[in-house]
């Protein structure tokens, strides 16, 4: 990868996402632990995978594409579970888990920048 190359806006637009979602899950997931030290350990664990991961989409990482595309995915699936249950959150999660996805396999742009790599 030559300092020219810029990584798609669609990979860009997933890299955001993953670490929006990242930052969130970190949150939600260290508040709902008891303990504080152990809510802050796993919450910070948390935001540094997406971190990671961010990276690694940004740089053109097969490695980052399937961990985020299989996230997505399972993001999904729990979106619809949570979903059936009446809980309104699920749609949110089916939305960004299909949209990071979506952005990640369908356009031609983001399956070449991963390909080159």
Known sequence: MG????????VVAA???VGLV???????IGGALSGPVVGFVVGLATL?????VVVGL????RGAH???VVL???SVVSG???????????????????????????????REWFSRR
């Open 3 to 10: 300092p020219d190359q810029r990584a798609p806006g669609t």
């Open 15 to 17: 890299a955001v996402l």
């Open 22 to 28: 990242g930052v969130l899950a970190g949150v939600a």
């Open 48 to 52: 540094a995978l997406a971190i990671l």
């Open 58 to 61: 940004w740089r053109g990482n």
């Open 66 to 68: 399937a961990v985020a």
């Open 72 to 74: 997505g995915l399972l």
């Open 80 to 110: 619809v579970s949570a979903w059936g249950d009446g809980d309104l959150g699920g749609v949110v999660q089916v939305l960004l888990g299909g949209l990071v996805a979506g952005l990640l396999l369908i356009p031609v742009s983001a």
